[in-house]
Every structure is written in C-alpha cells, then in structure tokens.
Nanobody, 121 residues
Framework: QVQLVESGGGLVQAGGSLRLSCAAS????????MAWHRQAPGKQRELVAT???????TYAESVKGRFTISRDNARNTAYLQMNSLKPEDTAVYYC???????????????WGQGTQVTVSS
C-alpha cells in the first residue's frame, strides 16, 4: 500500500512564503512524476506544478516565478516552495504522484489528503 502525506500548510500574510512537503511511503518500487494541485472553494482543482524523474518542471502561469517544485528521490519526497504569496493562492494543496508499487507492473496515480494554505491580505 502506498500513502502520500502533505505537510507545511498554514496561514500567512500576502507576500510571505511557505514550503509544502509531500512524503510518499509504503510498498514503492518506483516514483515517476510528482505534482502539486490546488482547489480553492467553489473552484475546480487545478494543476500547479509538476516534476519528472529527471527534474524537468512545469508550472501554471499563475505561479511561474513565485513557486518552485523540487524532489528528493532518496526521501521519496516532493516539495513546493511558495514565495510572494497572494490571497488568490488560498486553497487546499494536494500532492499527486505516479507510482509503481511492489507487485505491480504498471504505475498508478496516488493522492495525498491535502493541506490548507490561507493567504491573508
């Protein structure tokens, strides 16, 4: 069984920073791509950033230049460094990873439970 656990959310003033972590654990053979998504109240979940096994990254236009995704393969962990936060960044942030577990021959998508980020103006 595979689990993703996010941490690092909280309340911050506009212009501030937060660093989110996503730790994968369990019967993991390989972690392929990892990503962060977010969902604001009343809105659809949106993709924020992705990172491949070779550290290639993509970002939503709304966070480019402010957010940085990274990963530590030895720790099975992804990070999202969020700087210059804006009130519109307020959302629940979810980690997603494409993982091949022990005993599987193909990858599945796994999700964390989410962590709340609130940016006050």
């Amino acid at each position: 069984q595979v689990q993703l656990v996010e941490s690092g959310g909280g309340l911050v003033q506009a212009g501030g920073s937060l660093r989110l972590s996503c730790a994968a654990s369990g019967s993991i053979r390989t972690i392929n791509s990892m990503a962060w998504h977010r969902q604001a109240p009343g809105k659809q979940r949106e993709l924020v950033a992705t990172i491949t096994t070779s550290d290639r990254t993509t970002y939503a236009e709304s966070v480019k230049g402010r957010f940085t995704i990274s990963r530590d393969n030895a720790r099975n962990t992804a990070y999202l460094q969020m700087n210059s936060l804006k009130p519109e960044d307020t959302a629940v942030y979810y980690c997603n990873a494409n993982i091949i577990s022990l005993g599987d021959y193909y990858a599945r998508g796994y999700w964390g439970q989410g962590t709340q980020v609130t940016v006050s103006s």
